[in-house]
Structures are given as structure tokens and as C-alpha cells.
């Protein structure tokens, strides 16, 4: 069966991080929404605001869907912090007959706050730190079935809470 996973949270928790770990153990199409957002190349100041965001992942969705088609299982890394967001996404695996699996991933707000001035020295251009706190602010409550795993812990912890989330899904 085809999945598609919608791995969500705010900036600095450490959705790519999972996202690669199940990917490279899966095989999986991974889409990172920075990487996409980079591809947009459109100046929108500070904050990303809504109608980037829906650019981005209309965008995301798009180069989604000839994966899918091909019964390819992919994941969408990114905040996806509106609900109407995460039903596109809902919508777009049941067009393709997808399984739908979404995770949010948390972290311990200091230790967030750190990867995400780290990331900042790296590429001064984008305000990361800025883009958190007005995601953390806008990101709306899942009210639907999904899985949460927490990054704020060691690599070991997460890679055991990753496999647990992988075992799970090669069993849909």
C-alpha cells in the first residue's frame, strides 16, 4: 500500500531529521518544504506569510502527486500549521488511494530555539527564529488521529520513538 506522510511542527523540532531517518529505512519520496520554499525564490520578507505558505505547499503537493501516481509512498516535511493545509494533503492521499499518516513532531522549546540560532548563523538571510515564533502562534490543534514524537531527547531515544512510528506504518 502507498503511504503518504505529513510530518509537521514548528521550526527547529527536527522534522527533516525524521523525515530522513524513515525515508532512507523506507525508501520514501522525501519533500522538504525548505527546499521547495527555496525553489519559489520569492521575496517575502520575514515572515512568510499566508499566501507564501499556500504557494509552498500547493507546490509540495504538486511534485507529490506523479509519485503517488506511480504508487510511490512519499513524505511532506514541513510546518503545516493551518488545518486547512494538512487536508490538502489528506485530500491528495485519497485521490491517489494513499494511506494518510500524520506526525507531529515537539521539542522542548530551549532546545528549538538553539538548532534554530545554529541555523541561523548558517544562512543569515533567513530569520528563523522570527518564522518560529509566528508558527508557533498560528499552528492550529490536530484534531484528528495522528502521532507525536517528541525530539527533545538523544539521537537514541529518537531513533527507537522512529522506529517504533516505522514499524507501524509497514504494517498498514
Not at 514548528?10 to 522525501?30: A, D, E, Q, R, W
Amino acid at each position: 500500500m502507498v503511504n503518504l506522510i505529513v510530518i509537521c511542527g514548528h521550526t527547529g523540532v527536527g522534522k527533516t531529521t525524521i523525515g530522513k531517518m524513515i525515508s532512507k529505512k523506507l525508501n520514501y519520496v522525501h519533500i522538504k518544504g525548505s527546499e521547495v520554499a527555496e525553489e519559489i525564490k520569492e521575496n517575502v520578507g520575514k515572515i512568510w506569510p499566508y499566501e507564501f505558505r499556500k504557494r509552498l505547499y500547493e507546490k509540495m503537493i504538486e511534485k507529490a502527486k506523479p509519485f503517488l501516481k506511480n504508487n510511490e509512498s512519499v513524505i511532506l516535511d514541513a510546518v503545516f500549521d493551518l488545518e486547512e493545509f494538512r487536508y490538502k494533503a489528506r485530500r491528495l492521499a485519497k485521490k491517489f488511494n494513499a494511506n494518510f499518516i500524520l506526525v507531529r513532531v515537539i521539542c522542548d522549546e530551549k532546545i528549538a530555539k538553539k538548532r534554530i540560532k545554529k541555523r541561523y548563523k548558517e544562512n543569515p538571510n533567513i530569520p528563523h527564529l522570527k518564522i518560529h515564533n509566528l508558527r508557533k502562534k498560528s499552528f492550529q490543534p490536530i484534531k484528528e488521529t495522528h502521532f507525536v514524537i517528541n525530539n527533545s531527547y538523544s539521537l537514541d531515544i529518537l531513533k527507537r520513538n522512529v522506529e517504533k512510528l516505522i514499524f507501524f506504518i509497514s504494517k498498514l
